[in-house]
C-alpha cells in the first residue's frame, strides 16, 4: 500500500453551453444542409444586386414620353422593391430565420411553373426548406446546436468559389450589355 494519495478520477466531456452532448454529431449530420440554406441566402444577396441595378438602370435609361415614361418608372420601381424583397428573403435565410422559409417556398412555388430548368431548381429549393432536415436547420434547437458548436465551418469547395465567380461574371456582362444597349 501506497503512503500517496491520488484523487479520483471522472471522464470530463465538453458538452457546451446547452449541455447537449450530441451537438457536435448533430451539427456535422446537417452542415452541407444548413451550408445550402445559407448559399440560397446568397443567390437571393445577388439577386437583390441584379433587380436593384437594373431597376435603377431602367430609371436611368427608361426616357420615352407619356404612357412608355410611365410604363419605364413603373418598372424600374417594381425591380428595385423586388431587389429589396430578396435582399430581406436573403438575409433570413442566412440567419435561418423560420419565416424565411415560407417566403422562399412560396418563391419557389412560383418557380415551379418556370418548366424545365424552373422547376427542377424550385422543387431543390422546397426540398432544401421543407424536408426533415431543413426543418432540423431551422429550428430553434438548432441554433442552440451552433451556438454550442463554434468551431465546426463548412467548407467550400474551390469548384464552388469558381463556379460563383463565373456566374457574377456573366451576370455583371448581361447587365452592362444591356445597359449599353440603348
Known amino acids: 500500500m501506497s503512503d500517496v494519495w491520488t484523487p479520483p478520477r471522472a471522464e470530463v466531456k465538453d458538452v457546451g453551453l446547452s449541455g ?17 440554406i445559407k448559399a440560397l441566402g446568397t443567390l437571393y444577396y445577388l439577386g437583390f444586386v441584379i433587380m436593384t441595378l437594373g431597376g ?4 436611368l435609361t427608361g426616357g420615352g414620353t407619356g404612357r412608355l415614361a410611365a410604363y419605364n418608372m413603373g418598372m424600374g420601381i417594381a425591380f428595385i422593391v423586388l431587389g429589396l424583397l430578396y435582399f430581406w428573403l ?11 422559409r415560407i ?10 411553373l418556370g418548366f424545365p ?3 427542377v431548381i424550385s422543387a431543390f429549393i422546397l426540398y432544401l426548406l ?6 432540423m436547420v431551422f429550428s430553434d434547437e438548432y441554433k ?11 467548407r467550400t469547395s ?25
Do not use: C, M
Open 56 to 59: 435603377i438602370a431602367k430609371l
Open 144 to 154: 442552440q446546436v451552433i451556438a454550442d458548436t463554434p468551431d465546426i465551418k463548412y
Open 90 to 100: 436573403g438575409r433570413g435565410l442566412r440567419t435561418l430565420k423560420p419565416w424565411s
Open 20 to 36: 447537449n452532448p450530441d451537438a457536435p454529431e448533430i451539427r456535422q449530420q446537417h452542415l452541407s444542409h444548413e451550408a445550402n
Open 103 to 112: 417566403v422562399a417556398g412560396v418563391l419557389a412555388g412560383l418557380g415551379l
Open 158 to 182: 474551390i469548384i464552388v468559389w469558381i463556379f460563383l465567380a463565373l456566374l457574377i461574371a456573366a451576370a455583371a456582362f448581361v447587365l452592362v450589355a444591356l445597359t449599353l444597349r440603348h
Open 117 to 119: 430548368f424552373g422547376t
Open 130 to 135: 421543407f424536408s426533415k432536415k431543413g426543418a
